[in-house]
């Protein structure tokens, strides 16, 4: 069975600085997808980055990165110069088969 | 390009009523089709995927239902409310399995609250 955990339900960061989020997951699929979903108060999930566990390479998305650490199944999501804006629930998801598994999110305020 | 659309945006009903919430995606064909329900503070529970037409797999036994009348239409069905149905619903479709990536997109979700 796949799990999803994020041992931070809530984390701030003040405006322009670097904040990272945690991410572990379980899964017995040899090929899988990891995201990050981001919730704003709007509540439309919005598809932040996406990791094909394949990949050694790191997947970059402008102010947005991971650190994909395949042996340890951690997949953390680091926002560079925090706006107002990245105020959201963010959400580590994997895709392993058909369907996808969610974490129970983290909820990022950022201060200005 | 592709858009998925959800209505209701917001419901109220009262325990024991039935339901309809649908869900439509545009801009695709034989898509995979999702819904999910996010109670308060929570994370997303998958309840139902149908990979085509008719074809529906259910993760939670409860008392909601789903169909697949067409290919971009999936419709979220109960009979009878209750309390515990409340919550967000959220529909999302992604690529068929082969196509090269699997990423789900959302549409903008029913709130719903059952009184």
């Known amino acids: 069975a796949q799990t999803v955990t994020q041992s931070q339900p809530e984390m701030s960061v003040q405006e322009a600085e670097t904040v990272t989020l945690s991410c572990t997951y379980d899964t017995s699929e040899n090929n899988y997808y990891l995201f990050w979903y981001k919730q704003p108060p709007s509540r439309q999930m919005i598809l932040v980055i996406r990791q094909e566990a394949y990949k050694q390479q790191n997947a970059t998305e402008n102010r947005f990165s991971v650190n994909f650490q395949k042996a340890a199944k951690s997949f953390s999501l680091k926002i560079s110069d925090s706006q107002l804006g990245d105020t959201a629930m963010y959400f580590c998801?994997?895709?392993?088969?058909?369907?996808?598994?969610f974490g129970p999110g983290t909820s990022l305020s950022v201060i200005p | 390009s592709q858009t998925i659309h959800q209505w209701p945006a917001t419901l109220v009903q009262p325990v024991g009523s039935p339901l309809s919430l649908e869900c439509t995606v545009e801009?695709?064909?034989?898509?995979?089709l999702y819904w999910y329900r996010q109670a308060a503070g929570r994370g997303l529970q998958l309840l139902f995927y149908?990979?085509?037409?008719?074809?529906i797999s259910s993760e939670v036994p409860q008392n909601l239902s789903a169909s697949r009348p067409q290919d971009r239409q999936f419709i979220l069905s109960s009979k009878k409310l209750l309390l515990s149905d409340s919550g967000f619903y959220l529909c999302a479709w992604s690529y068929s399995p082969g196509s090269g990536t699997d990423t789900q997109y959302f549409g903008p979700g029913t709130r719903l609250t059952v009184l």
């Open positions: 149908s990979v085509g037409i008719g074809q």
């Open positions: 998801a994997s895709l392993g088969g058909d369907k996808v598994i």
């Open positions: 801009g695709t064909s034989n898509p995979n």
